[in-house]
């Protein structure tokens, strides 16, 4: 592999956006900026949330996506930001 391959990004930090803070109200879910998250057994990071009352989440991958609640599965004792989503 040559160097001139490799593509490398830097995401800015994690922030809790207020449309975040309404939708997670909203959806009665403590889920916050970072709060590791899983859809079908591939597992991601909340990033924010969408118009539509959706959780934006980056998958592990580095795909985005929208997803509903009820889609996702969470650990609520662990919903603060996850060490794997800074």
């Known amino acids: 592999m040559r160097y001139v391959?490799?593509?490398a990004r830097k995401l800015a930090a994690l922030k809790t956006s207020d449309r975040l803070k309404r939708v997670a109200e909203y959806r009665g879910v403590p889920l916050v900026a970072g709060s590791r998250v899983w859809f079908r057994n591939v597992g991601g990071c909340v990033?924010?949330?969408?118009d539509s009352c959706n959780f934006m989440v980056e998958w592990d991958d580095g795909r985005r996506g929208s997803i509903h609640v009820d889609e996702l599965s969470f650990n609520l004792d662990s919903t603060e930001k996850d060490v794997g989503c800074d």
Not at 47 to 50: E, F, M, N, R, S
Request: charged share 45%; hydrophobic share 30%; no cysteine.
């Open 5 to 7: 391959d490799v593509r």
């Open 47 to 50: 990033v924010d949330g969408t």
